[in-house]
Nanobody, 126 residues
Framework: EVQLVESGGGLVQAGGSLRLSCAASGFTFDDYAIGWFRQAPGKEREGVSCIRSSYGSTYYPDSVKGRFTISSDNAKNTVYLEMNSLKPEDTAVYYC???????????????????WGQGTQVTVSS
Protein backbone atom coordinates (compact mmCIF):
# COMPACT_ATOMS: atom_id res chain seq x y z
CA GLU A 1 0.00 0.00 0.00
CA VAL A 2 1.35 3.37 -1.01
CA GLN A 3 1.46 5.87 1.83
CA LEU A 4 2.76 9.42 2.06
CA VAL A 5 2.98 11.18 5.41
CA GLU A 6 3.88 14.86 5.71
CA SER A 7 5.30 16.47 8.81
CA GLY A 8 7.12 19.62 9.86
CA GLY A 9 4.46 22.24 9.42
CA GLY A 10 3.78 24.90 12.01
CA LEU A 11 3.62 28.58 12.81
CA VAL A 12 6.56 30.78 11.87
CA GLN A 13 7.15 34.51 11.56
CA ALA A 14 7.73 36.13 8.21
CA GLY A 15 11.33 35.72 7.17
CA GLY A 16 11.65 32.46 9.05
CA SER A 17 12.23 28.92 7.87
CA LEU A 18 10.61 25.52 8.06
CA ARG A 19 11.54 22.10 6.76
CA LEU A 20 8.76 19.81 5.68
CA SER A 21 9.21 16.05 5.40
CA CYS A 22 7.35 13.55 3.25
CA ALA A 23 7.87 9.94 4.32
CA ALA A 24 6.93 7.49 1.58
CA SER A 25 6.25 3.77 1.71
CA GLY A 26 4.82 1.04 -0.49
CA PHE A 27 6.82 1.77 -3.64
CA THR A 28 10.40 1.98 -4.88
CA PHE A 29 11.02 5.51 -3.87
CA ASP A 30 13.76 6.73 -6.16
CA ASP A 31 12.17 5.46 -9.40
CA TYR A 32 9.37 7.97 -9.25
CA ALA A 33 8.68 11.66 -8.82
CA ILE A 34 7.55 13.35 -5.63
CA GLY A 35 5.86 16.71 -5.73
CA TRP A 36 4.99 19.29 -3.11
CA PHE A 37 1.78 21.24 -3.46
CA ARG A 38 -0.02 23.80 -1.34
CA GLN A 39 -3.55 25.05 -1.01
CA ALA A 40 -4.54 28.23 0.74
CA PRO A 41 -8.14 28.90 1.82
CA GLY A 42 -10.24 29.92 -1.15
CA LYS A 43 -7.46 29.24 -3.65
CA GLU A 44 -6.64 26.45 -6.05
CA ARG A 45 -3.95 23.94 -5.23
CA GLU A 46 -0.54 25.08 -6.46
CA GLY A 47 2.56 23.02 -7.17
CA VAL A 48 5.63 24.41 -5.40
CA SER A 49 8.31 21.86 -6.22
CA CYS A 50 9.03 18.36 -7.42
CA ILE A 51 11.92 15.94 -7.62
CA ARG A 52 12.79 12.76 -9.48
CA SER A 53 15.85 11.75 -7.56
CA SER A 54 17.03 8.97 -9.90
CA TYR A 55 17.77 11.65 -12.53
CA GLY A 56 18.47 14.53 -10.22
CA SER A 57 15.55 16.43 -11.72
CA THR A 58 13.93 19.21 -9.75
CA TYR A 59 11.56 22.05 -10.55
CA TYR A 60 10.41 25.23 -8.82
CA PRO A 61 7.90 27.80 -10.00
CA ASP A 62 8.92 31.45 -9.88
CA SER A 63 6.83 32.02 -6.75
CA VAL A 64 9.23 29.97 -4.61
CA LYS A 65 12.44 29.80 -6.68
CA GLY A 66 15.43 30.82 -4.60
CA ARG A 67 13.54 30.36 -1.33
CA PHE A 68 12.48 26.70 -1.37
CA THR A 69 14.77 23.71 -1.85
CA ILE A 70 13.64 20.14 -2.41
CA SER A 71 15.85 17.18 -1.59
CA SER A 72 15.57 13.47 -1.00
CA ASP A 73 17.10 10.85 1.24
CA ASN A 74 16.56 7.63 -0.64
CA ALA A 75 17.79 5.51 2.27
CA LYS A 76 14.97 6.94 4.38
CA ASN A 77 12.39 7.11 1.57
CA THR A 78 11.89 10.72 2.54
CA VAL A 79 11.65 13.95 0.56
CA TYR A 80 12.25 17.28 2.24
CA LEU A 81 11.13 20.79 1.39
CA GLU A 82 13.33 23.43 2.96
CA MET A 83 11.46 26.72 3.01
CA ASN A 84 13.36 29.92 3.74
CA SER A 85 12.44 33.60 3.73
CA LEU A 86 8.83 32.65 4.32
CA LYS A 87 6.12 35.16 3.54
CA PRO A 88 2.54 35.40 4.80
CA GLU A 89 1.38 34.41 1.33
CA ASP A 90 3.12 31.05 1.81
CA THR A 91 0.46 30.18 4.38
CA ALA A 92 -1.35 27.05 3.21
CA VAL A 93 -1.80 23.35 3.74
CA TYR A 94 1.17 21.64 2.13
CA TYR A 95 0.78 18.22 0.52
CA CYS A 96 3.24 15.79 -0.96
CA UNK A 97 2.25 13.48 -3.78
CA UNK A 98 3.77 10.61 -5.75
CA UNK A 99 3.84 10.32 -9.54
CA UNK A 100 4.31 6.63 -10.25
CA UNK A 101 4.77 7.14 -13.98
CA UNK A 102 8.21 6.56 -15.45
CA UNK A 103 10.17 9.41 -16.95
CA UNK A 104 13.20 11.64 -16.64
CA UNK A 105 11.76 14.81 -15.17
CA UNK A 106 9.05 15.90 -12.82
CA UNK A 107 6.04 18.16 -13.08
CA UNK A 108 3.91 20.27 -10.80
CA UNK A 109 0.74 19.41 -12.67
CA UNK A 110 -1.37 17.70 -10.03
CA UNK A 111 -3.11 15.61 -12.67
CA UNK A 112 -0.08 13.34 -13.06
CA UNK A 113 0.12 12.46 -9.38
CA UNK A 114 -1.35 9.19 -8.22
CA UNK A 115 -1.10 9.30 -4.44
CA TRP A 116 -1.38 12.12 -1.92
CA GLY A 117 -0.57 12.65 1.71
CA GLN A 118 -2.92 14.15 4.25
CA GLY A 119 -1.23 17.55 4.34
CA THR A 120 0.50 19.68 6.95
CA GLN A 121 -0.43 23.24 7.86
CA VAL A 122 2.09 26.04 7.40
CA THR A 123 1.17 29.43 8.83
CA VAL A 124 3.41 32.45 8.35
CA SER A 125 2.60 35.44 10.50
CA SER A 126 3.44 38.99 9.49
Amino acid sequence: EVQLVESGGGLVQAGGSLRLSCAASGFTFDDYAIGWFRQAPGKEREGVSCIRSSYGSTYYPDSVKGRFTISSDNAKNTVYLEMNSLKPEDTAVYYCAADLGLGYGCYTDERVYDYWGQGTQVTVSS
